[in-house]
Protein backbone atom coordinates (compact mmCIF):
# COMPACT_ATOMS: atom_id res chain seq x y z
CA UNK A 1 0.00 0.00 0.00
CA UNK A 2 1.33 3.88 -0.40
CA UNK A 3 3.42 5.15 2.14
CA UNK A 4 4.57 8.61 3.80
CA UNK A 5 8.55 7.85 3.91
CA UNK A 6 10.08 9.93 6.56
CA UNK A 7 14.06 9.93 5.06
CA UNK A 8 16.57 8.55 7.23
CA UNK A 9 20.64 9.44 7.59
CA UNK A 10 22.30 8.59 4.20
CA UNK A 11 18.94 7.85 2.12
CA UNK A 12 17.99 9.57 -1.23
CA UNK A 13 16.00 8.89 -3.88
CA UNK A 14 17.79 6.12 -5.38
CA UNK A 15 18.30 4.29 -1.93
CA UNK A 16 14.37 4.80 -0.51
CA UNK A 17 13.47 3.32 -4.44
CA UNK A 18 15.53 0.42 -4.43
CA UNK A 19 14.09 -0.15 -0.59
CA UNK A 20 10.73 -0.46 -1.65
CA UNK A 21 11.11 -2.00 -5.60
CA UNK A 22 10.24 1.47 -7.59
CA UNK A 23 11.54 3.15 -10.77
CA UNK A 24 12.89 6.34 -8.65
CA UNK A 25 11.30 8.43 -11.46
CA UNK A 26 7.86 6.97 -10.36
CA UNK A 27 8.54 8.47 -6.87
CA UNK A 28 10.44 11.35 -7.35
CA UNK A 29 8.08 12.70 -10.04
CA UNK A 30 4.66 11.62 -8.42
CA UNK A 31 2.62 14.24 -8.16
CA UNK A 32 2.37 14.41 -4.11
CA UNK A 33 6.04 14.97 -4.39
CA UNK A 34 5.93 17.91 -6.19
CA UNK A 35 6.34 20.60 -3.23
CA UNK A 36 9.47 18.11 -2.29
CA UNK A 37 10.91 18.16 -5.59
CA UNK A 38 10.79 22.28 -6.00
CA UNK A 39 12.45 22.73 -2.48
CA UNK A 40 15.02 19.70 -2.81
CA UNK A 41 15.64 19.52 -6.55
CA UNK A 42 17.71 16.71 -6.71
CA UNK A 43 16.74 13.78 -5.64
CA UNK A 44 20.05 12.64 -4.93
CA UNK A 45 19.87 15.13 -2.12
CA UNK A 46 17.30 15.48 0.22
CA UNK A 47 17.56 15.66 3.90
CA UNK A 48 16.89 13.79 7.02
CA UNK A 49 13.20 14.38 8.10
CA UNK A 50 12.43 15.14 4.83
CA UNK A 51 8.53 13.07 3.83
CA UNK A 52 8.62 11.35 0.75
CA UNK A 53 5.13 9.43 -0.56
CA UNK A 54 5.98 6.28 -2.12
CA UNK A 55 3.46 4.90 -4.26
CA UNK A 56 1.93 0.89 -4.85
CA UNK A 57 4.44 -0.85 -7.10
CA UNK A 58 2.48 -1.22 -10.63
CA UNK A 59 1.39 -4.80 -11.04
CA UNK A 60 2.75 -6.51 -14.47
CA UNK A 61 1.31 -9.77 -16.20
CA UNK A 62 3.04 -12.20 -18.14
CA UNK A 63 1.36 -14.38 -20.42
CA UNK A 64 3.64 -17.69 -20.75
CA UNK A 65 3.28 -20.97 -22.38
CA UNK A 66 2.64 -24.38 -19.81
CA UNK A 67 4.98 -27.03 -19.69
CA UNK A 68 7.98 -24.92 -19.88
CA UNK A 69 10.52 -23.43 -18.02
CA UNK A 70 10.43 -19.41 -17.84
CA UNK A 71 13.36 -17.21 -16.33
CA UNK A 72 12.90 -14.07 -15.12
CA UNK A 73 15.62 -11.86 -14.49
CA UNK A 74 15.45 -8.72 -11.90
CA UNK A 75 18.03 -5.96 -12.80
CA UNK A 76 19.75 -4.49 -9.26
CA UNK A 77 19.19 -0.67 -9.34
CA UNK A 78 22.23 1.07 -9.29
CA UNK A 79 23.43 4.69 -9.46
CA UNK A 80 25.89 6.74 -11.05
CA UNK A 81 29.40 7.97 -8.81
CA UNK A 82 31.46 10.19 -10.08
CA UNK A 83 34.25 12.08 -8.33
CA UNK A 84 37.39 13.61 -8.95
CA UNK A 85 40.67 14.11 -7.69
CA UNK A 86 42.43 17.26 -7.82
CA UNK A 87 45.88 18.78 -6.45
CA UNK A 88 45.53 22.94 -4.99
CA UNK A 89 49.03 23.76 -4.73
CA UNK A 90 48.29 26.79 -2.29
CA UNK A 91 48.53 30.26 -3.72
CA UNK A 92 52.18 31.86 -4.71
CA UNK A 93 54.57 33.14 -2.35
CA UNK A 94 54.86 36.90 -2.79
CA UNK A 95 57.87 38.02 -4.27
CA UNK A 96 60.99 39.05 -1.72
CA UNK A 97 60.78 42.84 -0.76
CA UNK A 98 63.69 44.89 -1.78
CA UNK A 99 66.19 45.76 0.86
CA UNK A 100 65.42 49.21 2.94
CA UNK A 101 68.41 51.46 3.82
CA UNK A 102 69.39 50.87 7.54
CA UNK A 103 68.04 53.14 10.14
CA UNK A 104 70.27 55.24 12.46
CA UNK A 105 67.49 54.42 15.48
CA UNK A 106 65.81 50.83 14.62
CA UNK A 107 63.09 51.73 17.17
CA UNK A 108 61.31 53.69 14.74
CA UNK A 109 61.13 50.98 12.11
CA UNK A 110 57.47 50.10 10.73
CA UNK A 111 57.45 47.46 8.59
CA UNK A 112 54.10 45.68 7.17
CA UNK A 113 53.31 42.35 5.85
CA UNK A 114 52.88 42.32 1.96
CA UNK A 115 49.48 41.55 0.35
CA UNK A 116 48.43 37.92 -0.31
CA UNK A 117 48.16 37.10 -3.55
CA UNK A 118 44.42 37.39 -4.60
CA UNK A 119 44.41 35.80 -8.26
CA UNK A 120 41.46 32.79 -8.62
CA UNK A 121 43.64 29.29 -7.94
CA UNK A 122 42.96 26.71 -10.63
CA UNK A 123 42.83 23.19 -9.29
CA UNK A 124 45.35 20.34 -11.29
CA UNK A 125 43.28 17.13 -12.18
CA UNK A 126 45.05 14.09 -11.03
CA UNK A 127 44.94 11.88 -14.34
CA UNK A 128 45.96 9.01 -14.85
CA UNK A 129 46.13 7.97 -11.30
CA UNK A 130 45.33 4.49 -10.35
CA UNK A 131 42.43 4.02 -7.52
CA UNK A 132 40.98 0.83 -5.58
CA UNK A 133 36.81 1.55 -4.77
CA UNK A 134 34.83 -0.79 -2.27
CA UNK A 135 31.73 -0.47 -2.20
CA UNK A 136 29.40 -3.31 -0.58
CA UNK A 137 32.23 -5.56 -0.54
CA UNK A 138 32.51 -5.37 -3.75
CA UNK A 139 35.82 -3.68 -5.13
CA UNK A 140 36.03 -1.68 -8.79
CA UNK A 141 39.68 -0.86 -9.78
CA UNK A 142 40.46 1.68 -12.38
CA UNK A 143 42.09 4.83 -13.16
CA UNK A 144 41.30 8.73 -13.17
CA UNK A 145 40.64 10.03 -16.86
CA UNK A 146 42.06 13.22 -18.45
CA UNK A 147 39.87 15.30 -16.22
CA UNK A 148 40.76 13.55 -12.92
CA UNK A 149 37.14 11.98 -12.70
CA UNK A 150 36.06 8.44 -11.67
CA UNK A 151 32.98 7.48 -12.95
CA UNK A 152 31.58 4.48 -11.27
CA UNK A 153 28.03 2.32 -11.33
CA UNK A 154 27.02 1.70 -7.33
CA UNK A 155 24.39 -0.12 -6.31
CA UNK A 156 21.53 2.31 -5.22
CA UNK A 157 21.30 1.51 -1.59
CA UNK A 158 24.83 2.04 -0.58
CA UNK A 159 25.53 4.11 2.45
CA UNK A 160 28.98 3.85 2.65
CA UNK A 161 32.20 2.91 1.39
CA UNK A 162 36.09 4.08 0.80
CA UNK A 163 37.84 4.94 -2.23
CA UNK A 164 41.91 4.33 -2.18
CA UNK A 165 44.15 6.41 -4.22
CA UNK A 166 47.13 5.01 -5.66
CA UNK A 167 47.23 1.52 -3.96
CA UNK A 168 50.30 -0.12 -3.35
CA UNK A 169 52.65 2.46 -3.55
CA UNK A 170 54.27 5.22 -0.76
CA UNK A 171 51.54 7.87 -2.12
CA UNK A 172 48.65 5.30 -0.84
CA UNK A 173 45.69 7.34 0.04
CA UNK A 174 42.59 5.86 1.85
CA UNK A 175 39.40 8.20 1.49
CA UNK A 176 35.93 7.47 3.67
CA UNK A 177 32.81 7.46 1.63
CA UNK A 178 29.89 8.59 3.28
CA UNK A 179 26.84 8.15 0.42
CA UNK A 180 23.63 9.93 0.81
CA UNK A 181 24.42 11.76 3.39
CA UNK A 182 25.05 15.80 1.77
CA UNK A 183 22.48 17.91 3.04
CA UNK A 184 21.07 20.56 0.11
CA UNK A 185 22.79 23.30 -0.56
CA UNK A 186 19.65 25.78 0.71
CA UNK A 187 20.95 24.42 4.26
CA UNK A 188 23.75 25.83 6.15
CA UNK A 189 25.24 22.17 7.08
CA UNK A 190 25.06 21.26 3.03
CA UNK A 191 27.56 24.46 2.90
CA UNK A 192 30.17 23.00 5.64
CA UNK A 193 29.83 19.50 3.92
CA UNK A 194 30.23 20.74 0.36
CA UNK A 195 33.46 22.98 2.00
CA UNK A 196 34.71 20.29 3.74
CA UNK A 197 34.97 17.67 0.73
CA UNK A 198 36.43 20.58 -1.16
CA UNK A 199 39.20 20.31 1.23
CA UNK A 200 37.85 23.77 3.73
CA UNK A 201 36.85 22.41 6.93
CA UNK A 202 34.76 24.63 9.27
CA UNK A 203 35.61 22.02 12.16
CA UNK A 204 31.81 21.21 12.15
CA UNK A 205 28.51 20.01 10.60
CA UNK A 206 25.85 21.85 11.88
CA UNK A 207 23.60 24.65 11.17
CA UNK A 208 25.29 26.97 13.09
CA UNK A 209 27.28 29.98 11.46
CA UNK A 210 30.67 29.68 13.64
CA UNK A 211 33.97 31.23 13.04
CA UNK A 212 35.26 27.85 11.54
CA UNK A 213 32.67 28.73 8.75
CA UNK A 214 33.34 31.95 8.06
CA UNK A 215 37.21 31.17 8.39
CA UNK A 216 36.35 28.60 5.65
CA UNK A 217 34.45 31.01 3.51
CA UNK A 218 37.43 33.42 3.49
CA UNK A 219 39.52 30.69 1.96
CA UNK A 220 36.81 29.92 -0.11
CA UNK A 221 36.37 33.06 -1.44
CA UNK A 222 39.84 34.21 -2.04
CA UNK A 223 40.47 30.95 -4.07
CA UNK A 224 37.74 31.68 -6.53
CA UNK A 225 38.02 35.52 -6.88
CA UNK A 226 35.46 36.09 -4.93
CA UNK A 227 34.41 38.83 -2.21
CA UNK A 228 36.04 38.01 1.24
CA UNK A 229 33.64 38.88 3.43
CA UNK A 230 33.09 35.31 5.34
CA UNK A 231 29.42 35.43 4.29
CA UNK A 232 27.08 32.80 2.51
CA UNK A 233 25.86 35.31 -0.64
CA UNK A 234 24.52 34.02 -3.67
CA UNK A 235 28.22 34.23 -5.60
CA UNK A 236 29.49 32.44 -2.86
CA UNK A 237 26.66 29.49 -2.51
CA UNK A 238 26.75 29.73 -6.64
CA UNK A 239 30.42 29.13 -6.49
CA UNK A 240 30.41 26.09 -3.90
CA UNK A 241 27.53 24.29 -6.17
CA UNK A 242 30.04 24.70 -9.04
CA UNK A 243 33.19 23.53 -7.74
CA UNK A 244 31.46 20.75 -5.83
CA UNK A 245 29.32 19.31 -8.84
CA UNK A 246 26.00 19.01 -7.08
Not at 114 to 138: N, S
Not at 188 to 210: A, H
Request: with cysteine.
Amino acid sequence: MPTDHVTQPGECIASISSAYKLPWEKIWNHPKNAELKQRRKDPNVIREGDTVYVPDPEQRKFSLATGAVHQFVVKRLTVRLRLRVVVDFGPKPPPPLPPKPPSPDRRNIVEEDPEPDATPRTDEARKGLAFKLVIDGVTIEGQTDGDGYLDCQIPAQAMSGHLVLAPGTPHETEVPLHLGHLDPIAEVSGIKQRLRNLCFDCGDQTDDETPGLAAALRAFQAKHGLSVNGEIDDPTRAEILKAHGT
